[in-house]
């Protein structure tokens, strides 16, 4: 039987005559058997014996250590993409994660998902152990509030500090559960194609985030995880071949092994480069327009939107995919923009600000142009001021110093800047529009993009919003209007609506304004109509736009989209009220960093909104995008000091006053020692919760090991033979690979004092049980004999160690 694998054990030729040799059989013992090697007995729990097995030292600290550097390489990623302060605490819960998902693994009895809600929840207080002792070094009440607020839906009200602490615990949770699932997945499921898939998605979403120098680690980590894929189905095949009663000695099995995994090793070398030359990390934007309007077109059948006209639109070669970065603006029914910071600010007016790039005055078939593009730039030096769209001087200059993180490819080389910059510290190219000496500014580019770290200073004529209110609407009064040296190419450039707006827009625009007394009220009553989320929703996967249909009717009938169908609404909307508009992009003003005390914009933040031209004022922002305002805002002020870059960041919780009681002022005192003793004990109460969780899961664990003993002992005899080889081998008499259990039994008889029927009956009924037919399982008289003679058996082996009898 299995003559390959038989042939390939190499068994000893003196050891192969003594089985066929009658001479050499035990006086009255049962015929020989076929040279069957025997095994350790199969249990019902195929999964769990695969992992035990898998878990030995021989098969399953290869698979460890794989996990491990693929787990970690995608940890090192998140830690370099730097979302939240003090990351690299973050290394701490992988480890934890790895060593509990191997417990839970090897527990064969006890249900599994109690076990993985059990390991949530230590998941969930080791990471809010993390956050609050190690990273932030704030009570753990600190770190409960924000996740309450979290799952209330009231974070925006809450602080930066906050939020990023609230961010730090899902990192930390993230990263133990990554370790638990990886080990979880191997070690019981044997499911390793999904670890990898898993590790792939979460470690591609984060290169996008840290320097190209870091891509070393997707290769460490593809590397591991080939290697892991091969040995853990080596080890299934290894584990079938033994449940199917297949004998294999452990110098074939190393040779088998070593053998498999150079192939793997070779697959893996020859697999990465050729993955590395694929052209993933430099797609061109052909590919990415295709991938945009495959998404846009599944995204509409999901929607039961599906057409011909969509269908149509996968191979339209017409435009480019909306991006708030390039010289055309195509908008679509679904924009998704990547996070991580791209730059941030600091301004002498200690306010955030619009970061504007390019403007568009020229909109038809749902499309953003700006008439100045075919047109060269004009070059002025650093700190030369540039042009001006202000008749008159305004006071209220600002410097706003701008600092990239990474670099952001666009069609141009855009400097990003507030609203009507007077002059850069660096050589600036202006865009503008219109004719000689009556031009307006467009865009800002440089000659070479802007790298990561690349900084420059800007300063900026913010014109206050409460000094237009004088400007009429030019129904109201044309000659103001007409007075500005603008007002030629402002009609011809900034009036112009698409041919198919139909009439319910300008009908809405009268409702809505009705009653306006000049141009910033009128533009401010849209703006707040379109702003109020209690009617418009904002969304960045949206139906698709029908054909002969603008995107202003769309919005109006739906009530849903994203920035630019508010942007390009309002736009078009002022001009029905014959005032000059256009639409801007750029960034919004992002989220105040208290810990660098500077203004940080992420890819999240890239925006579109409205300008008007006033005249003598220039352009002003307007925001209609519900959730969005132009509004500048100053950093809140919080009780916290905040700390410098190298300290530990400390948030104090802001007491809330109840409705029902009085706060009544208390005189402050000297910290006491029982008070610092109580932070302490609030500090570290997560660990002596996690410790318990620990001790209770090694008491789980020792019950399942007793349970499965009870279990063996009442349902196979198998056990008894076991137990006394195991009492033999304490005196070196174990079973060796290439015996049969009665070659075995043989042996073990020659050092008996006298010979033990007891012994040959347990072998019998072991080799019956483990290779005989189902009607010739044990029965119970045989296991309650065998129960009977086993103390009397058991004090006979024992004196095997203290007699010294040792082959």
């Not at 037919?773 to 119970?780: I, L, M, Q, T, W």
Request: charged letters at 15%; hydrophobic letters at 40%; a neutral charge.
């Amino acid at each position: 039987m299995h003559s390959s694998l038989i042939d390939s054990q190499r068994v000893p030729s003196q050891q192969a005559n003594r089985q066929q040799d009658p001479r050499n059989q035990f006086p009255g013992s049962p015929p020989p058997q076929p040279s069957s090697a025997f095994h350790p007995p199969r249990h019902k729990d195929s999964a769990f014996m695969a992992a035990v097995r898998l878990c030995t030292p021989q098969e399953g600290w290869l698979a460890i250590v794989l996990l491990s550097i693929a787990l970690y390489s995608v940890v090192a990623v998140i830690v370099n993409a730097e979302w939240v302060h003090f990351s690299t605490f973050l290394y701490i819960s992988p480890i934890i994660g790895l060593c509990i998902g191997l417990l839970v693994a090897k527990l064969p009895y006890m249900p599994q998902a109690l076990l993985h809600l059990l390991a949530c929840v230590l998941g969930h207080v080791l990471a809010v152990w993390i956050t609050s002792a190690y990273a932030f070094h704030v009570p753990p009440s600190v770190v409960l509030e924000g996740l309450r607020a979290a799952f209330s839906g009231h974070m925006a009200e809450e602080s930066a500090q906050l939020s990023e602490i609230v961010f730090f615990f899902y990192l930390s949770f993230l990263c133990f559960f990554l370790g638990y699932f990886g080990s979880w997945l191997i070690y019981r499921a044997r499911l390793p194609w999904l670890v990898g898939l898993v590790y792939c998605a979460i470690m591609l979403v984060n290169l996008n985030y840290v320097k190209s120098e870091y891509n070393y680690f997707l290769l460490i980590m593809l590397g591991a995880l080939l290697l892991l894929i091969a040995r853990t189905e080596l080890a299934a095949r290894l584990l079938q071949w033994t449940s199917e009663g297949l004998y294999t000695d452990r110098a074939w099995l190393r040779k088998i092994t070593g053998r498999c995994m150079q192939i793997a090793c070779l697959i893996m070398l020859l697999a990465l480069p050729l993955g590395w030359l694929l052209p993933v990390q430099d797609q061109p934007t052909s590919g990415k327009v295709l991938w945009d309007r495959i998404n846009a077109t599944w995204n509409a059948a999901a929607g039961g939107n599906l057409n011909w006209q969509t269908l149509r639109s996968i191979a339209n070669s017409n435009g480019e995919m909306t991006n708030y970065f390039g010289n055309q603006l195509t908008i679509s029914n679904s924009v998704h923009l990547p996070d991580g910071e791209v730059l941030y600010y600091v301004s002498s007016d200690k306010k955030s600000h619009y970061l504007e790039s390019i403007a568009f005055n020229h909109f038809t078939d749902n499309t953003w142009t700006n008439s100045s593009d075919g047109f060269s730039p004009t070059l002025y030096p650093a700190n030369e001021d540039v042009p001006q769209d202000i008749d008159q001087n305004v006071d209220g200059a600002v410097d706003t110093v701008v600092t990239m993180t990474q670099a952001i490819n666009g069609s141009k080389h855009y400097v990003f800047a507030p609203a009507q910059p007077l002059r850069f510290n660096m050589p600036t190219q202006i865009y503008s529009s219109g004719g000689s000496g009556v031009s307006t500014t467009t865009a800002w580019t440089q000659l070479q993009p802007l790298e990561a770290k690349a900084t420059y200073r800007v300063t900026s004529v913010l014109t206050p919003q409460d000094a237009i209110t004088n400007v009429p609407l030019p129904q109201n009064d044309s000659n103001f209007w007409d007075s500005s040296r603008y007002n030629y190419w402002l009609k011809t450039l900034y009036l112009e609506t698409p041919q198919n707006i139909s009439p319910k827009v300008k009908a809405t625009v009268n409702a809505w304004t009705h009653g306006a007394t000049n141009a910033y009220d009128a533009l401010k009553r849209i703006e707040s109509h379109l702003n109020d989320s209690r009617v418009f929703t904002y969304s960045v996967d949206n139906a698709p736009i029908p054909a002969n249909k603008n995107v202003v009717d769309v919005l109006l009938d739906t009530h849903t989209g994203y920035c630019t169908y508010y942007a390009s609404a309002m736009a078009v909307m002022g001009r029905s009220l014959n005032i000059p508009t256009r639409l801007v992009t750029g960034f919004s003003s992002g989220k105040y960093d208290p810990a660098r005390k500077v203004w940080s914009v992420t890819g999240s933040d890239a925006h579109s909104w409205v300008q008007a031209y006033f005249p003598g004022y220039g352009w002003i922002d307007f925001d209609p995008t519900p959730g969005f305002s132009t509004q500048s805002q100053a950093p809140a002020k919080a009780t916290n000091v905040t700390p410098s870059p190298t300290t530990a960041v400390k948030v104090t919780p802001t007491v809330k006053a109840q409705p029902t009681k009085a706060v009544q002022p208390t005189p402050q005192k000297p910290q006491s020692s029982s008070a610092n003793g109580h932070t302490e004990m609030a500090t570290s109460w997560p660990l002596w919760i996690a410790l318990a969780i620990l001790l209770c899961s090694i008491i789980f664990f020792l019950v399942a090991l007793v349970i499965k003993r009870q279990r063996q002992s009442e349902t196979s005899v198998s056990n008894f033979f076991w137990r006394a080889c195991r009492v033999a081998g304490w005196a070196g008499l174990g079973p060796k690979s290439w015996q049969t259990p009665y070659e075995y039994t043989a042996m073990l008889s020659q050092h008996l004092e006298r010979r033990d029927p007891a012994l040959w009956h347990l072998t019998e009924l072991f080799v019956r049980e483990r290779w005989g037919a189902p009607n010739h399982v044990s029965r119970e008289q045989d296991t309650s004999m065998i129960e009977q003679s086993w103390p009397s058996l058991r004090s006979m082996l024992l004196r095997l160690f203290f007699s010294g009898k040792r082959k």
